[in-house]
Structure formats: structure tokens, C-alpha cells
């Protein structure tokens, strides 16, 4: 309780502005107390202004008060001075962990307002004020507080470093310079900062020229990402617009033909129906005469008999099938043939038309391109993790390492049936499909056989034993042979050779966009062995084809 009473008094008694216990207490109209000197300070830096105000309260006083000195108030402070009671700085104020602490306080020490490069030390506010007032600190170099004073010091001499040695590069101080620095090109510290400075200077420019730079290659990437957005969203739209009105032609084709096939089946049903209205009148005609002939045929006397017959109608003229003729029923299945050879020529046209469009879209470019890699540390910026996919294995081939492994095995292995499964041929697929820039490499080892590192189509065939099915002997895929010491290379079953340094080890980089794709030795040094330029118009997935019994291929870790 005792404690609490004192800090009551301690913040009571102090100048809201020096935070000091009160020096010739005054007090304002307004009622707030100050030190005579802090007031009148505040009041002379506001002068200017024409302005007094409280700096508690904010009140304004017009002209400037004549203030006296409060002898109450200077009486009580005098009396805790006496009583050994001094106005405690708030808790801020003290210096915690993380701050520089005034290294002249004593006891809990308060937090350093600057720190003096020539006494090496740092001070609070109140400490500070020699180095402020008095002419014989004029020359120090106050800086912000720093814990890393001691570090101007010589270890050696114990003087502070104000030479720097060139030849070694560090800070030293003047005895060093004249001793284990002799004949080293030294300067001053200050004059080392200024030649620093200047080159700091020129850099600043440089990174600022740079990030102006920059910054316009922004707004116009900005720009181009609009370009290319708009001009994308306008394809589309139109794209749209013209296959919604091709369904609509086929729709009315469809509707068109189907009102003729109709029309003409009322013809040919009403054709039909009347010409059995006439024979089924035939017919009942024909019962007529018949039943006549019958009964003059029953008559038992000869003369009735001759009597009657003159007078027999004769019959009329037969209409009978035999005088018209009733086609086989394909009158409208050979319309359904002719429809069915619209829908093919119609798939050609689609089917050449998206190669086309792909290819077309495949060239949009808006940017100018990169130059191609040249060291391994560029390729491996874009370095692709790659992995086998086991719906596409063979079941010859083991997988191993993670699915990045695959070695030929004598004895089929265990997998479960799959659409996407090379049958025949010993071949895997990867698992991640690769478009834009990648980069991969792959450690083979042959022994009798070889190993071919291929790029495909998802859409190569898969099923039996034909050369389709075969990395490089088609249109879908790309491939490089390794054995042993010799390259080939194989597109569309078209074979070139390849010479090069032979490595276990073969690199591969595609630019999906650009059409590129090259195949690297990989050693201390890349060689390229074989670079293709092409068009790629569906994403590619890489492949192994392994060759020979014990042979393995493997993808490597490259990050």
C-alpha cells in the first residue's frame, strides 16, 4: 500500500512534459501544472504561430499568460526531494530485452535515446544531455542506439577502428596500421564510407533504373494479359457463335430431311392404299363372277343352261401385280446411306480442322523466346519430377524407386488388367503429362539390349505387337536409342543417327510451346546429342522402352 501511495505521489508531483519531478512549479488557467523552463519552452516553439495551449488539455490561451511561480505546489515537491522520492519514468521507458539500455543509469535501467560513437557508450535522455549542452562533446558522433559498440573496439590494441585495411578488408585501428598492416593500402574509415557511399550511390541508381524498367515491362505484360484475354474471350465467343449456327444448319438439314421422308412416305402410303382399294374391288368382283359362273354351272337343264350363258358379263381387265411392279423395300435405307456418308465426310472435315486450329492456337505467342538453357544449373531450373505410371507398364517390367524405376524381369509381373497397358512391347508411360518448359534425366544401365527415352501422345496405340505400338516407329511419339556406345534417333519410323559422348546418364529438355525438345549426355559437361523442332499439338508424357533382360531406366531426383 505504501509503494502504491509513493508511485501515486511520484506521477502526482511530475511535468507531463519533462516526465521529472516539477522544477519551479507553474500552473496554467486552465489548471494543469508544469515546469516553469518545459512550459515556456513549449510556448516559444509555438510562438510563431501566435498559439499557447495546454499541452494536457489543448486549450488555447490568447495573449500569451503570464505565469507565476506556484509556491504550494514547489513547497510539496521540495518535501518529497527531502523524503528521498524522485518521479519514476513510466514502465516504457525502461530498456527491455530487445532495446539498447543507457549504460549510465543504475539499477533498472532506462531505454538509450542515442549512442556516441566516440565514447562508445549509449544514453537515455537524461544522460544525454552533456553531449547536447556541453561545447567539449561538439565533435562526438551520436547514432541511433546499437548493442554492437564494442565491435569498433581493436581486440588487439584496444583502440577504436577508425582506419580500414583494403588489401584485407576489414576495419582496423591506427596502431595496426603501422604494425601487422604495414605496407597495406589503408584509408580512413570515413574516407573507406565515402568511396563506399559513392559506389552504394551508383548502384541505388542502377536498381532503381532497374526497377523502373521493370516496372513499364509490368503494365505492358499487364496490357499483353488483357491483349490476350480479350482476344482469347472474342475467339471463344465467336468460335461459339459459328458452331451453334453449324448446329443449327445441321438441325434444319436434319428437320428438312425428315419432313421429306415423311412427305414421301404419304405418297408412297397413299399410292399404296389406293391401288389395294382397286385390287380388293377386283377381288370382290372377281367372288361375283365366280359365284355366277357357279350357279349357271349347277343348273341341271340344258336349255335354261344355253340360255343364260349369252348373257355373262365378260370380265373386266385385271390389275393384278403382274401388271405392276413392287420394288425391293430400300428406298429409304439408302437415304440412311447417304446420311451416314455425310456424318464421315463431316468427321474428316472436323478432324483436319482441329489439327489445323490446334496447330494455329499452339502459335500464339505473345512473348519473344527465352533463350534455351546452356549450363545444367539453367536446365535444372526446370527440372520436371517425373514417375511411372503403372495402368501403362508392361507387365514385364518391374517398378521400383517410387514408380521412377523400371527394369525388364523374365517373369511377367502382377498388375491389374488396364485399357492404357502396353501388351506387347516393353514400354511405360509417365504418369504426369508435360507441357510448357521441363526438363528430366534419366540413368540407364544396358547389358545386352538397349533403352530409349521417348516423349508421346496419351493417344499412342497401346494394344499387340505392331510397330504403332513402338516408341519412334509413328507420328505420336519421339524417341532416343542408347546402346551401350551408340545413339540413334527415331521419328515415324524414319532412324538418324546420333554421335556424341556415350554417358549413363541422358538428359532431356522440352519447350512444349516453342516445339523443341533436345536430348543431352550428361556428364561433367551436357553435350547435346539431337534437337528436334517441331509442332506439338497435344500435351506430351515421357517414356522408357527397355530392351533386354536385366536392363533397367530410371528418372532421377533432380531437386
Not at 354 to 381: M, N
Not at 415 to 440: I, K, N
Not at 511 to 531: E, K, N, Q
Amino acid at each position: 500500500m505504501e509503494q502504491q501511495e509513493n508511485h501515486l505521489d511520484r506521477e502526482r508531483f511530475s511535468c507531463p512534459i519533462c516526465v521529472d519531478l516539477l522544477k519551479d512549479p507553474v500552473t496554467t488557467v486552465c489548471g494543469h501544472s508544469y515546469c516553469k523552463s518545459c512550459i515556456n519552452t513549449h510556448w516559444d516553439e509555438g510562438e510563431e504561430r501566435g498559439c499557447y495551449s495546454c499541452p494536457q488539455c489543448r486549450q488555447t490561451f490568447t495573449p500569451r499568460p503570464v505565469l507565476g511561480k506556484t509556491t504550494m505546489l514547489a513547497a510539496l515537491v521540495e518535501e518529497l526531494k527531502k523524503t528521498g522520492l524522485q518521479a519514476a519514468p513510466a514502465d516504457h521507458c525502461y530498456a527491455g530485452p530487445e532495446d539498447v539500455a543507457c549504460d549510465v543509469c543504475t539499477g533498472r535501467k532506462l531505454k538509450a535515446l542515442k549512442s556516441c560513437l566516440v565514447c562508445l557508450a549509449s544514453y537515455c535522455e537524461k544522460h544525454l544531455q552533456p553531449h547536447l549542452q556541453s561545447a567539449a562533446f561538439k565533435k562526438h558522433k551520436l547514432v541511433e542506439p546499437s548493442e554492437k559498440l564494442q565491435e569498433n573496439i581493436c581486440s588487439r590494441h584496444d583502440e577504436v577502428m577508425k582506419m580500414f585495411c583494403r588489401t584485407d578488408q576489414h576495419c582496423i585501428c591506427y596502431l595496426c596500421s603501422v604494425d601487422e598492416h604495414e605496407g597495406h593500402d589503408t584509408v580512413t574509415a570515413a574516407a573507406e564510407r565515402t568511396e563506399r557511399q559513392r559506389e552504394l550511390g551508383l548502384r541505388r541508381q542502377t536498381i532503381q533504373q532497374r526497377v523502373q524498367d521493370t516496372e513499364k515491362d509490368v503494365k505492358l505484360l499487364q496490357q499483353k494479359e488483357k491483349a490476350v484475354n480479350g482476344s482469347a474471350d472474342k475467339a471463344v465467343d465467336v468460335s461459339e457463335e459459328i458452331f451453334t449456327e453449324m448446329i443449327r444448319l445441321l438441325e434444319k438439314r436434319s428437320s428438312d430431311v425428315k419432313q421429306q421422308i415423311r412427305s414421301q412416305q404419304e405418297t408412297e402410303v397413299s399410292r399404296v392404299r389406293e391401288l389395294q382399294e382397286k385390287l380388293e374391288q377386283e377381288i370382290t368382283e372377281l367372288k361375283r363372277k365366280d359365284h355366277e359362273l357357279k350357279q349357271l354351272l349347277d343348273t341341271e337343264d340344258h336349255n335354261q343352261f344355253l340360255h343364260n350363258y349369252p348373257s355373262l358379263s365378260p370380265l373386266s381387265e385385271s390389275t393384278h401385280s403382274s401388271s405392276f411392279s413392287i420394288r425391293p423395300l430400300r428406298d429409304f435405307e439408302d437415304v440412311t446411306a447417304a446420311v451416314s456418308q455425310v456424318i464421315g465426310r463431316l468427321q474428316d472435315i472436323l478432324s483436319e480442322t482441329e489439327t489445323e486450329i490446334l496447330q494455329i492456337v499452339s502459335q500464339v505467342d505473345v512473348l519473344l523466346r527465352q533463350p534455351e538453357p546452356e549450363t545444367r544449373a539453367d536446365f535444372l531450373i526446370y527440372s520436371q519430377e517425373i514417375t511411372m505410371d503403372p495402368n501403362t507398364v508392361n507387365t514385364h517390367l518391374l517398378l521400383s524407386e517410387g514408380n521412377r524405376k523400371a527394369t525388364w524381369m523374365s517373369e511377367v509381373q502382377s498388375y491389374s488388367d488396364h485399357p492404357d497397358r502396353f501388351t506387347y512391347w516393353r514400354q511405360v508411360l509417365s504418369r504426369e503429362s508435360l507441357t510448357g518448359r521441363c526438363y528430366w534425366e534419366v540413368e540407364v544401365k544396358v547389358g545386352g539390349g538397349g533403352v530409349h527415352e521417348a516423349v508421346a501422345y496419351k493417344n499412342i496405340s497401346r494394344e499387340g505387337h505392331s510397330h504403332e505400338c513402338i516408341f519412334g516407329f509413328n507420328d505420336t511419339s519421339w524417341a532416343l536409342s542408347c546402346y551401350g556406345n551408340s545413339y540413334n534417333f527415331r521419328y515415324n519410323s524414319i532412324e538418324t543417327p546420333v554421335s556424341g559422348p556415350t554417358s549413363s546418364r541422358v538428359g532431356v529438355y522440352l519447350d512444349h510451346s516453342a516445339g523443341v525438345l533436345s536430348f543431352y549426355s550428361v556428364s561433367d559437361t551436357m553435350t547435346l546429342l539431337h534437337r528436334v523442332q517441331t509442332t506439338f499439338t497435344q500435351p506430351l508424357y515421357a517414356g522408357v522402352r527397355v530392351c533386354y533382360v536385366g536392363d533397367t531406366a530410371e528418372f532421377c531426383k533432380l531437386k
